[in-house]
């Protein structure tokens, strides 16, 4: 029987990196019209060699933040004009305070038309490639460090989340296909990768493949509805201007912006909808394994009294996770003295309100849902390990 489970696990593994394998080349990017053929920007690192004037001071009016000016000298690490030595002036405000000195790696876009020599370089930010590099592996040895065999393998599952976003959702969607029917397929691949490498298919892991399944569903069904209802969808976020922009750049399509504020939810709300399921689904096989004298109800009503104990903690994670995004929001508008009516009949707010909403009400329904197919699983006949 384990030698059974261990070739159906391992072909579940199989079949969804195959998957993925096969959505990255589907979803190979997109082709720019060419609206400019001559005008390009690079994005590029170079390194400070000299600081050749430093004229900033310290403006006390903005918490003591810097205004002025550097000149410094660089040279381009990487791209076609590696090599390359130039001056450049390195702006400083409030928004802005990347303040340089000799050795300093800096990133830059670097704009030319080919009809025209030479080009022109602007400061972007620092280099965070090591800082990046430093925050994932001190993230991988804890989880290694405490889960040992689960943590390596919740590594494994987190990229291949990270991938199937990465390099099928976003490209797919750049290719004009709707952003909801292309959310839901990586998730039924996430949560089938991620539960079968922490459990293999088995019941208990089945179960909560299941539960996951019907909570991201009906958590986007209540997103999509209450967005109806308030006539709000990814057309009023902030970056659907220039998510239109793009789509006029790309020949012969037209990018499905509206579906992106669902989507948004379901991927926000689908990590903590599978930790719901799987500690119901792990609770009630863990009793029924003890105990395999509990009926159905038994069984179901103990997957419930568990489940009522995480719901308060995991939907105000949840809720507070919302609303620490949106905290300057919340502050921009409270300082600006709108009326309670105002705040919620603003795009923003009721936006924020859904996502936390539908997220909560998928976490919430993970209990029931899972607690009542991992005990039907639980006492069918014939079903084992």
């Known amino acids: 029987m384990k030698s059974k489970n261990s070739i159906v696990s391992i072909t579940a593994v199989v079949i969804c990196l195959a998957a993925l ?31 050749l004037r430093d004229s900033y001071e310290v403006d006390p009016e903005t918490e003591n933040a810097l205004r002025g000016s550097q000149s410094l000298c660089v040279t381009v690490l990487t791209g076609r004009y590696k090599g390359d030595v130039m001056n450049v002036n390195n702006y400083l405000g409030p928004m802005h305070e990347k303040v340089a000195k000799a050795g300093t790696v800096l990133t830059v876009t670097i704009t030319s038309d ?3 020599p030479g080009y022109q370089m602007s400061i972007v930010n620092y280099d965070f490639t090591w800082l990046a590099a430093a925050i994932v592996l001190i993230f991988a040895a804890a989880a290694i460090t405490v889960g040992r065999k689960k943590g390596v393998m919740s590594l494994f599952g987190l990229a291949y989340s990270l991938a199937a976003i990465i390099l099928f959702l976003i490209p797919m969607w750049l290719k004009g296909f709707p952003a909801i029917p292309l959310t839901l397929i990586v998730c039924v691949f996430i949560t089938v990768f991620s539960f079968t490498l922490l459990g293999g298919v088995t019941r208990k892991t089945v179960s909560a493949m299941l539960g996951t399944a019907l909570c991201v569903l009906v958590s986007g ?3 999509l509805i209450c967005g109806s209802i308030a006539r709000v969808s990814g057309m009023t976020m902030d970056e659907a201007e220039w998510l239109l922009d793009e789509s006029r750049t790309l020949e012969g399509i037209t990018l499905n ?18 930790d ?13 394994e003890v105990d395999s004298g509990l009926s159905r109800g038994e069984l179901f009503r103990s997957g419930m009294n568990i489940g009522r104990d995480m719901i308060g903690t995991m939907t105000n994670t949840l809720i507070l996770a919302f609303v620490g995004a949106s905290l300057n929001l919340m502050i921009i508008m409270a300082a600006a003295g709108m009326q309670p009516y105002q705040l919620i009949n603003n795009d923003d707010t009721i936006m924020e309100l859904i996502r936390s909403a539908a997220g909560s009400v998928g976490l919430i329904l993970a209990v029931p849902l899972t607690a009542a197919v991992a005990s039907a699983a639980a006492k069918k006949t014939g079903i084992k390990q």
Not at 27 to 39: E, L, W
Not at 40 to 48: A, D, K, N, P
Request: hydrophobic share 50%; aromatic share 8%.
């Open 257 to 274: 912006v509206r579906g992106l504020f669902v989507s948004g939810i379901i991927i926000s709300s689908l990590g903590a909808v599978m």
């Open 114 to 116: 080919s009809r025209e």
């Open 221 to 223: 069904a209540f997103a």
């Open 276 to 288: 719901v399921a799987m500690s119901i689904a792990s609770s009630v096989n863990e009793l029924h």
């Open 21 to 51: 394998v096969i959505g990255a080349f589907l979803g190979r990017r997109a082709k720019p019209a060419g609206q400019n053929p001559y005008y390009t920007i690079e994005y590029e690192l170079v390194r400070v060699t000299q600081v």
